[in-house]
Structures are given as C-alpha cells and as structure tokens.
C-alpha cells in the first residue's frame, strides 16, 4: 500500500500547543492523523537563511518535515504573491491586491525550492496530496525534477469565475499549473465550475465535466466539500461545558442571549458589514438593549500585510464606537477578542451561543459554521446565521442564509434566530447534523484520494 504525503504552507504547531488557527491545519491535521503519512510544508520560521534540509519529527503516525523560509522567500511567496494577490483575488478583493513580478518570481523560486527539499523524501510509491494557493506551482516543479508519483491538489478557498482571475497579470501561467496536477479539487461545484469556464472559454481546452483537457494535457476536476467530524465536537463541546472559562462566559451573561462568532482576523469574513447588522439589531430594537450580546473572537492573521492592518484598525474603531453608543453600566453590546483558544474549549463556547453568526463575503467553505452546529446540545440547539457566499451554505439546509453585504437582513434573521420557537430550532438542528455526518472529514479525504488514484491509475494509501 501506497503512503500519502501531504504538502501545505501551513503544518499544524507540531507543538502541543495545537493546531494554527485556519481550516486548512484543522482539516488535514484531523484526516491525517487517522491515515499517517508524512506532512512536509513551512515550519513557520522566517530567518536570515532557508534552512538546507527539512527538520523531521514524528508524533504518532505522522512524521511532520518542515522547512524555515530566508526572509527574503517569506516576503516575496508568503507575504507578497500568495497572500497580497491570491488571497484578496480569489476571494474577489482585487481592489486589494497588488501584483509584483518579483513577487510572483519569488513564488514560483520557493515553490521549485520545496519540491527539491521534498524529493530526497519520497519513496517511488507516495501519493502526494498538495494544499492550497501557496503551492500552485508545485507539481509542476515536481516534474521538472523528475518526481513522477501522483500528485493532487486541493483548494480549499474560492476559485474566481475568470473575469476576476484575469486581473491576476500572469493568470494563464496559473491555470497550466494546475493542468499539470492529476486532480484537482474544489470546495464546490461553483469553485470548479469557474475553473472549467476559464479552462474552456477563456483558453480554448476542453472538459467534459470531470476532467479538463489544454494544450494536450488532461486533469481530472472534482469538488469535494470539507467536513468535521460533527460526534467528536458534539462529545468535546459537552465535555468542556463545566470547564472555569466557559462558566465564567455563562456567569457573565446574567441570562442574557449569546451571539458568537469565530473567524481569523480576516477582511474575506465580513466582520465590519456583521458589526454594522449587530448596530442594527440594536437600533431597531431597544428591547434587546441589555438582553443580548456579541461575543467576537478574532485571532489576528498575516498582521504584516497592510490590508490586515487596516480591518484591525476599523474594527477596534468600530467596536469602540457601537459599544460607546449602546453600553450600560452593566452591559457591553459587543464583547471583541484577539485571542486563538485550545479547540476543544472553543467548541465549548460556541454551544453557549443561541447564535452563531457566521457571515464571511466569501469563504472556500467555512468550517466553524459546521463546528458550531456540531457543538449545540441537541435538546436545546442555538441557530446558525450564514453567508449565503459561504461554501458551507450549500450543505446547510437548517441555517438561516442571508445576504452579509445586506446588514438589515443579517440584523433580521440575527432577531428570528433568537427568537426561534424550540421545535423549530431542533429540527433545523438535525437536519444540519445529519448532514454534517453525512460528508463528515474522512468522506472529503477518502472521496479525494479515491478520485486522486483513479486518475493516476494507482492503488489508495494505506
Ligand atoms: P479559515 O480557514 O479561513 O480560517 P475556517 O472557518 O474554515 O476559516 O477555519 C477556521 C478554523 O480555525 C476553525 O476550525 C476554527 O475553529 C479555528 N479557529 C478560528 N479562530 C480560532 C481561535 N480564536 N482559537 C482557536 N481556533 C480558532
Ligand atoms: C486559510 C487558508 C490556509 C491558511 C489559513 C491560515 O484557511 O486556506 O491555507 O493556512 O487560512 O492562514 P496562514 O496565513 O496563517 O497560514
């Protein structure tokens, strides 16, 4: 049997201390504890030189090899192309991007650099399992190196429909990159369909909708929503619910109605238009004046990029403002956190919440969404408020989609879910959970690596 070896930016701390906030370091670290295999990627270092060879450690079945990054690569991989151009324009934010040629040369040098570090690695029978837009280039410098196992890639964020992905400056490079994987995946058919739009119209290839063909060369395509594990989090949620902080949020309510949210320090998750809708609830409604508060937490992300800074700032700003508005002696609308928790607390907070609000402008698929359905005590479930631009908002047939760019309907439908009647809300509960079972973590990894061996003509890792 074969063994898998994934290839992310970001591995999970291969501390104790838990996995990075983010759903790519959740979800692979979750899929590929159960398979083992090997995880090479950034060790998350930056120093003045790249180190020479991978640092490897072993933690159960996984062995983690991981690689610091010179300064220099950080700024022009990390920093500049992958998360000051792609990042912004896959998630439709070109006003915030910025295109650097040296950026993108340095992106296309650290992405040829990881396949030579990973190469002395690999056995003749590995799947490699490539993740996110840091690496589009991989399999391609792969090859260059005569690495010939298969290889799959897995977005886990939006793929832009091709107007967008034109103002990218070398966006027909990008696309032949990914026509040199064997698969490529998507959260959704909405992501991969926009893949195959540009794939055929813009480029003149081919697809017959499960595979792309350019310029000779033939990928297979695929969408493959990621999931949770929705027991785990069910049992972890409960387990937790006595713990001292989680009692001190209870305690601090006073019966009050708890709205939370849970998102990186993000400008794609809609924290300002979600503080805006919360203003909202309150204007219309001065009965809810000391009855409900919003509990965001926000660990900041990527601060060295400018964009980053600015949505901090807005948002302190703005909490600051609608808080010096509405507050009591005894009460504060909006209670505003920069801080990362352990995961199986953060499960146990979420459950404390009649409401979760999670309405990003765009988001690949948004797993608190699911964890925080997954965290609710079945007999007494809170409701999920969720962004019709979430890919989670496909597989959510129970929440209540709104529009986050229409601040009064996120305010209304914040108010219905508060004042949703019992029954309504268990029965939108299970029909989420039954769901999120359905097409739990392992189905989106054994869906993938299934569709990964097919079209390399291998046989699964172990
Ligand atoms: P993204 O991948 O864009 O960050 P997701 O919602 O898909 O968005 O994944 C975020 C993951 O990070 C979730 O598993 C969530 O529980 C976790 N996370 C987010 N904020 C925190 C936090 N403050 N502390 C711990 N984990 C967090
Ligand atoms: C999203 C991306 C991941 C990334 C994570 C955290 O989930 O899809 O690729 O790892 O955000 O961002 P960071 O820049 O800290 O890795």
């Excluded at 792609?86 to 040296?102: S, T």
């Excluded at 109605?257 to 998750?269: F, H, M, Q």
Aim: glycine letters at 6%; a neutral charge.
């Amino acid at each position: 049997m074969s063994r898998l070896v994934v290839v992310s930016n970001r591995v999970a701390a291969v501390s104790e201390a838990g996995p990075a906030a983010g759903g790519l370091a959740i979800g692979v670290l979750d899929a590929l504890k159960e398979t083992g295999g090997v995880w090479f990627g950034w060790s998350g270092e930056c120093l003045a030189e790249a180190s020479d060879e991978p640092t490897i450690e072993t933690r159960g079945n996984v062995t983690y090899a991981t690689v610091s990054l010179a300064k220099r690569d950080y700024d022009q991989y990390y920093r500049g192309f992958s998360n000051a151009t792609l990042w912004p324009v896959f998630h439709y934010r070109n006003d915030l991007a910025r295109y650097d040629r040296q950026e993108y040369a340095g992106y296309q040098r650290v992405n040829r650099w990881l396949a030579a570090q990973l190469k002395p690695l690999l056995r003749p029978d590995d799947v490699i399992w490539v993740h996110d837009y840091h690496l589009i280039p991989f399999a391609a410098a792969c090859r260059e190196l005569g690495i010939e196992n298969p290889i799959g890639f897995f977005l886990h964020i939006p793929f832009p429909v091709p107007q967008i992905l034109f103002t990218v400056p070398p966006h027909a490079e990008l696309i032949q990159a990914l026509m040199q994987y064997d698969l490529v995946g998507f959260q959704t058919r909405v992501d991969m369909q926009a893949f195959l739009d540009y794939v055929v119209r813009a480029a003149g290839g081919q697809s017959d909708g499960r595979s792309a063909t350019l310029d000779g060369r033939t990928c297979a395509v695929g969408a493959f929503p990621i999931g949770v594990y929705p027991d785990a989090i069910a049992k972890a949620a409960k387990a937790c619910a006595e713990r001292k902080v989680v009692r001190a949020l209870r305690d601090s309510l006073h019966g009050r109605a708890l709205v939370i949210s849970v998102d990186r320090l993000d400008y794609s998750k809609g924290l300002v238009e979600r503080f805006h809708a919360f203003e909202a609830l309150l204007a219309a409604s001065p009965g809810l004046h000391g009855r409900v508060s919003l509990l965001q937490i926000a660990p900041p992300t990527r601060s060295d990029v400018q964009s980053y800074q600015l949505i901090r700032r807005t948002l302190e700003a703005e909490s600051g403002r609608i808080n010096g508005r509405y507050a009591q002696l005894d009460w504060t609308p909006i209670q505003y956190l920069n801080r990362k928790y352990e995961r199986n607390l953060l499960m146990a907070l979420l459950r404390t919440a009649r409401v979760g609000c999670v309405t990003p402008l765009r988001d690949g698929m948004n797993l608190v969404a699911k964890e925080y359905v997954a965290a609710q005590d079945p007999t007494d479930p809170g409701v999920l408020v969720l962004s019709q631009f979430a890919g989670a908002a496909e597989e959510m047939p129970g929440a209540l989609v709104v529009n986050p760019f229409n601040v009064m309907q996120t305010a209304e439908a914040i108010e219905r879910a508060l004042t949703m009647p019992l029954d309504e809300r268990i029965q939108r509960h299970a029909s989420m959970m039954a769901k999120l079972r359905e097409s739990d973590l392992s189905v989106w990894r054994d869906a993938f690596l299934n569709a990964l061996a097919d079209a390399a003509h291998v046989a699964l890792p172990a």
